[in-house]
């Protein structure tokens, strides 16, 4: 139900597992994996100003991983007094079994104005096929139960010392031709920005930026969103109803 409080509960988490195939058809796992489970799995929720005056103001769902839970509250910060913002972030990418369930947990706590929609680095050795496929269903899950709200799709930021057609190009090209089939209502390309960074300079491991980094991520994130973001409705006064 909208609107309620809830608390993630732990999903029994199925055996996912895939077939021997060439290595060209698997993804690169964002750390080492072992039948599609990660050996340091996370999941964190929250959402904010469900019952005080920002109640009244659109409300925006960031859905994520680390690389937007790095950035979320600057994002926060910029769309302050003009949004509240909720945010699920997590390890689990949209090829786990468990995934789905807890999307549409999240999906139905609010009406959101607008969405934006990050996840390809958890790829838990799945085949591209499974990715896509997976990929469109959480898509598709998001547009049904939350027909009203701007759907934004955020490109994978690249890996600092991975070469340049690695796995995360090729999630890329998936998300982005995902985008056009269900006509989503933008992207948000955080691959092509992190993309021209400094390599020495702007990651502080393999996947993750530094804090100014992060600041650049962050305004773009924040600026497709406003973009899209409904504006506040003004009260009219009694002249202007004439």
Known sequence: MRGMSFLLVALVLLPFQVHAESAADYAYPISPSVGGRENTEWSTFYSYHTCDTNKTLPRV???GDSITQSIRGRI??????????????TSCGVVRPEYMAQLEIVLRTHDYAVIHFNNGLHMSNARYAEYAAALEK???LVKRLQPKAKVLLATCTP??????????????????????KLKLDGITDLY????????????????????????ELASLAAECILKVLPCE???????DRK
């Open 61 to 63: 769902l960031l859905l």
């Open 76 to 89: 926060e910060s910029i769309l302050a007094g003009k949004a509240v913002v909720t945010y699920w972030v």
């Open 138 to 140: 959480a898509l598709r």
């Open 159 to 180: 890996l600092r010392d991975h070469p340049e057609r690695c796995y995360v190009n090729h999630v890329n090209e998936i998300g982005i031709d995902l985008a056009k």
């Open 192 to 215: 092509s920005l992190a993309n021209g960074f400094d390599r020495k300079k702007a990651w502080r491991d393999e996947a993750h930026f530094t804090p100014e980094s992060q600041k």
């Open 233 to 239: 409705q003004k009260t009219k006064k009694p002249e």
